[in-house]
């Protein structure tokens, strides 16, 4: 059984708008309804959690109404950070999951190709994330906006979601992210700390976070599309 965690328990403070980001109407439905619309209808998917802030509930609930999902689905409220609101939805997840795809309720554009990707990878090496290859220039700052060193891009990439795991691997990633008292704010981060090597899988199309107010006619565009 595989379950998508979608979180969306982040404030949105850098939009610089009231209210949830999350909520934010592209192309006649908010950011996070499109995200979840994509592991909804996913052949790969069998349920759907959704970590969401305690004051959005109703919202979340009037989305559902919105959206009609065909799949199982739940909620888990978010934690302080982002690692906390992960372990939430894991938790919130049926006792007979075994694949778990954790993914951004701020990225909507992901491709379903990519999706089963991470999964088939995560089912055979335990871990997997989708990516892009770095294509820009790479330059190392001193810390005062002065370009310190060039840094090779061959082996760089930009690590994005969803980050698919095996639920007993994120299970024993987090319990050592406990264990030394360490902050991750991406999960393949959390599997470095028990040697668990993470495949890349390539994000062939775009798969932006929206994080700022310009972001969103690009992210329309790609709806559109």
């Known amino acids: 059984m595989t379950t998508a965690v979608i979180v969306a328990a982040g404030s949105g403070s850098r939009m610089g708008e009231e209210g949830n980001k999350l909520f934010l109407k592209v192309n006649n439905l908010p950011i996070v309804g499109h995200a979840w619309k994509i592991f909804d209808l996913h052949p790969d998917i069998d349920e759907v959690v959704l970590v969401i802030r305690e004051d959005a509930s109703f919202e979340f609930e009037n989305l559902a109404s919105e959206i009609s ?134 994000s062939k199309r775009p798969n932006p976070k929206v994080t700022t107010s310009a972001d969103l006619p690009f992210i329309q565009f790609l709806l559109q599309g």
């Open 69 to 202: 999902p065909i799949k199982p689905y739940s909620f888990a409220f978010g934690g302080s950070e982002r690692q906390d609101s992960v372990r939430n939805g894991i938790r919130a997840a049926s006792e007979n999951c075994e694949i778990v795809a954790i993914h951004d309720g701020a990225r909507p554009c992901v491709d379903p190709e990519t999706v089963s990707n991470a999964i088939s990878a995560a089912k055979e090496y335990g871990a997997s994330v989708s990516a892009t290859k770095i294509v820009d220039t790479i330059k190392l700052s001193d810390g005062h906006a002065r370009i310190s060193q060039n840094i090779d891009r061959t082996h760089l990439w930009s690590v994005q979601t969803p980050q698919v795991f095996k639920i007993t691997t994120i299970l024993e990633a987090m319990e050592a992210v406990d264990a030394q008292h360490a902050s991750v704010t991406d999960d393949t981060a959390a599997c470095e700390l028990i040697g668990q090597p993470v495949i890349l899988i390539e």
